[in-house]
């Protein structure tokens, strides 16, 4: 009678304390190079070292450019936080992927990839979006840096046991409707606080069909109504994309490992705190239009009036559009726009590019439109590259930048300007997130697809 969760997190008990805290073995650290500089130092300051530096990756990534990475970083605090996570790396002994290894990349593009995020894991990262390795049937979940550096002196952590959730989608999903879309349609009836203090397991028959990183994809925004992390039960999907990567199990290992994995699913009778169900039939490609992920909407739909939000919302409703520059009750399809985004943790991936080339192929950028085509690694690089998707591309007046978080967040070179639109497939669209005054509209690869072509907000379905 347990969920999925229950049976990595019961395995993974090391002590429970007087009050009920939980003493957690962690199975992967990963770091990247915004909250871990206080962590290592903490251990130096005690004259500590990791307890398990096997199981520690570092990877930078927020902070690095997406041109010329062969060239010193011109902003001193993103040099200084690269450099700096570098050194501790040396120093302390840690594997580190840093700018141009061919294992560079956004950490939760980069983990599930080589192999490293393995099902019945539990993995964290002093990173929100880590609920992402959780599509592999892992127990993922960002932290702080105090608990970073609790990881790295003692390979556990201490936890408050989250209560549980199960969201399940059946039916089939339309034509043009992606795993984004699934997510932002979950998100915007659950609201960015409907699953706090949950960890949610995603089932039903549309979950069941997914590819493993469509799953990777609705994992990454768990966060984003609330959740402590999102996962689904691993199957011959996730043991098919797994098999032969570089850090998986291999001969009799990979054999042992496949049987326990099976036995990582919530038996039938297993007892949830909350359930949650939505038909596949309702979901539209979809796009927000406001400033938090919740406040997203079918593409065609319009904007909500004051009559259908919360009372206490009224007036961060009206404060959100009023930074948008929308109005309540309009329509923003046919709204011209000024960037494109494809990129991030949430779809930097080589699916979400090859969705985005196959529709811009035969056709050509908007003029108006400056586009950001970033690879999530230089694993999805080199595969755009094989796959001649880059040519493409490039025919229709697209071009590739290099690897990192990009235009995610307003940490490094690439920064939407104030005022303008982003139609952008990464996982926060706050006040600022892509560059003070930015406005960010948040939508899957063929939404950002597109606008990319036609200059405007436009439906995917629609664009010959």
Request: aromatic share 8%; hydrophobic share 35%; with cysteine.
């Amino acid at each position: 009678m347990k969920t999925l969760f229950e049976k990595i997190w019961n395995k993974h008990v090391v002590d429970t304390l007087s009050d009920g805290t939980i003493q957690l073995y962690i199975d992967r650290l990963y770091c990247h190079e915004v909250t871990s500089p206080q962590a290592f130092a903490g251990l130096r300051e005690r004259g500590l070292r990791p307890f398990r530096p096997q199981r520690i990756t570092c990877i930078p990534d927020h902070n690095i450019p997406t041109l010329h990475q062969d060239r010193p970083i011109e902003d001193p605090v993103s040099k200084k936080q690269v450099d700096t996570l570098a050194q501790n790396a040396v120093e302390f002994n840690v594997e580190h992927y840093g700018l141009l290894h061919p294992k560079n990349g956004i950490i939760h593009v980069v983990g599930p990839e080589t192999g490293l995020t393995q099902p019945g894991m539990t993995i964290v990262c002093g990173d929100s979006h880590t609920s992402t390795h959780g599509a592999m049937g892992a127990i993922a979940f960002g932290i702080g840096t105090s608990e970073v550096e609790m990881t790295l002196a003692t390979q556990c952590i201490l936890q408050r046991k989250p209560k549980t959730m199960r969201i399940t989608v059946d039916g089939k999903l339309k034509d043009g409707v992606t795993a984004k879309d699934v997510a932002l349609y979950i998100i915007s009836r659950m609201t960015t606080g409907g699953a706090t203090g949950y960890f949610v397991e995603y089932a039903g028959e549309v979950i069941r069909n997914t590819t493993m990183e469509e799953r990777l994809t609705i994992c990454n925004l768990s966060i984003e109504m609330g959740a402590r992390g999102g996962m689904i039960a691993p199957d011959e999907v996730t043991f098919e994309y797994l098999k032969g990567r570089e850090f998986a199990p291999k001969g009799d290992e990979w054999e042992k490992a496949l049987a326990y994995w099976r036995t990582l699913r919530s038996d039938d009778d297993a007892v949830f705190d909350k359930e949650i169900s939505f038909k596949a039939e309702d979901i539209e490609p979809m796009i927000t239009y406001g400033t938090n992920p919740g406040m997203g909407m079918g593409i065609n739909d319009s904007i909500p009036t004051l009559e259908n939000i919360d009372e206490a919302g009224h007036i961060s409703f009206e404060k959100s559009l009023d930074y948008m520059g929308f109005k309540a009750g309009e329509k923003i399809i046919g709204k011209p726009i000024d960037y494109v985004f494809l990129g991030s943790c949430t779809n930097g991936r080589i699916e979400d590019f090859r969705a985005f080339t196959k529709f811009v192929k035969g056709k050509k950028k908007a003029p108006n439109v400056t586009a950001w085509l970033v690879p999530g690694s230089w694993q999805v690089e080199k595969q755009i590259r094989a796959e001649g998707l880059d040519k493409v591309l490039v025919e229709a007046g697209f071009e590739l930048r290099q690897p990192g978080c990009s235009a995610c967040l307003a940490m490094n070179e690439d920064k939407i300007p104030a005022g303008k639109y982003s139609v952008s497939t990464s996982n926060r669209n706050f006040e600022g997130r892509q560059g003070p005054g930015a406005r960010t509209l948040l939508a899957g690869p063929l939404v950002a697809a597109a606008a990319a072509v036609t200059g405007k907000i436009s439906d995917p379905r629609t664009v010959n």
